[in-house]
T-cell receptor, first 109, second 113 residues
């Protein structure tokens, strides 16, 4: 059974700070996705990464896929209160698509 | 463009009662999924469908049944609700298995007392 770990579990920062959250697995992903979930809503897809070493940018968010395709990171520059939410990674292992438990981010004004 | 619509948004059941959660998508997606989300557990797949008339078990299927009679609809049934089924339920759909990403509904919060 594939297991996705995310760290940290919780993160509370001030507006303007930078942060990085991580997604790790002992198995190789075919692809990996990042989602953001706001309270009372379903997750919304942010990005999909497919190639080892791939880096994608979405405004102030930078996503990196590990060279071995077993881990990924999400870096947010100059965080804003609107970035508050639960960040979920989800890995495609071919026959299984597994969500991690998430990192709950709170950005204080 | 509504995307994925779930009904109801909230429900309280007594132990042993039954209910059906409804999911509808208007994106012509082949794949549809039912997940439950519990604190610290992440999203866990209950059942999924790869096309009209097909269903398959996910990670936590016990106590649930599903049907996909029409391509746009995916129904999740609880035959005899138990307190362990208290959770937030999400329906999702996708064009393909993983690459295109999932579109989620806004969830149904179910409490079984």
């Amino acid at each position: 059974t594939q297991l996705l770990e995310q760290s940290p579990q919780f993160l509370s920062i001030q507006e303007g700070e930078n942060l990085t959250v991580y997604c790790n697995s002992s198995s190789v992903f075919s692809s990996l996705q990042w989602y953001r979930q706001e309270p009372g809503e379903g997750p919304v897809l942010l990005v999909t990464v497919v190639t080892g070493g791939e880096v994608k940018k979405l405004k102030r968010l930078t996503f990196q896929f590990g060279d071995a395709r077993k881990d990924s990171s999400l870096h947010i520059t100059a965080a804003q209160p609107g970035d508050t939410g639960l960040y979920l990674c989800a890995g495609d292992y071919g026959q299984n698509f597994v969500f991690g438990p998430g990192t709950r981010l709170s950005v204080l004004p | 463009n509504a995307g994925v619509t779930q009904t109801p948004k909230f429900r309280v059941l007594k132990t042993g009662q039954s209910m059906t959660l409804l999911c509808a998508q208007d994106m012509n997606h082949e794949y549809m999924y039912w997940y439950r989300q519990d604190p610290g557990m992440g999203l866990r797949l209950i059942h999924y469908s790869v096309g009209e008339g097909t269903t398959a078990k996910g990670e936590v299927p016990d106590g649930y049944n599903v049907s996909r009679l029409k391509k746009q609809n995916f129904l999740l049934g609880l035959e005899s609700a138990a307190p362990s089924q208290t959770s937030v339920y999400f329906c999702a759909s996708s064009y393909s298995w993983a690459i295109g990403g999932y579109t989620f509904g806004s969830g149904t919060r179910l409490t079984v007392v």
